[in-house]
């Protein structure tokens, strides 16, 4: 069966720093890509960033994708999203999913309940 558990979320003061965790388990994650996804207050759910065996992707703008980092520890089936220089535009659910498939791209069909980042002073 399938799992995926995001933890790490929380609330943080603006200019901070999370890592978020995602625990994966029923598959072998070394042979898939897992994304994360955030979605925000009223907004639609927007795609993150994905690592693979092969690539890493990060979908943000461009003016905000270097505070995100991917990355994976497959021995202990844990993907991190580390996120520095947190904003309020920042808030949101985080949530971490997979096709399983190999690589990026493709609808997601696993999802985790997702963890609550909120960004404010």
């Known amino acids: 069966q399938v799992q995926l558990v995001e933890s790490g979320g929380g609330l943080v003061q603006p200019g901070g720093s999370l890592r978020l965790s995602c625990a994966a388990s029923?598959?072998?994650?070394?042979?898939?890509?897992i994304g994360w996804f955030r979605q925000a207050p009223g907004k639609e759910r927007e795609g993150v960033s994905c690592?693979?065996?092969?690539?890493?992707?990060?979908y943000l703008p461009d003016s905000i994708k270097g505070r995100f980092t991917i990355s994976r520890d497959n021995a202990k089936n844990m993907v991190y999203l580390q996120i520095d220089s947190l904003k309020p535009g920042d808030t949101a659910v985080y949530y971490c999913?997979?096709?399983?498939?190999?690589?990026?791209?493709?609808?997601?069909?696993?999802w985790g309940k997702g963890t609550l980042v909120t960004v404010s002073s």
């Open positions: 999913a997979t096709r399983l498939g190999s690589r990026c791209g493709g609808p997601m069909e696993y």
């Open positions: 029923g598959f072998t994650l070394s042979y898939y890509a």
């Open positions: 690592a693979s065996s092969y690539e890493i992707k990060t």
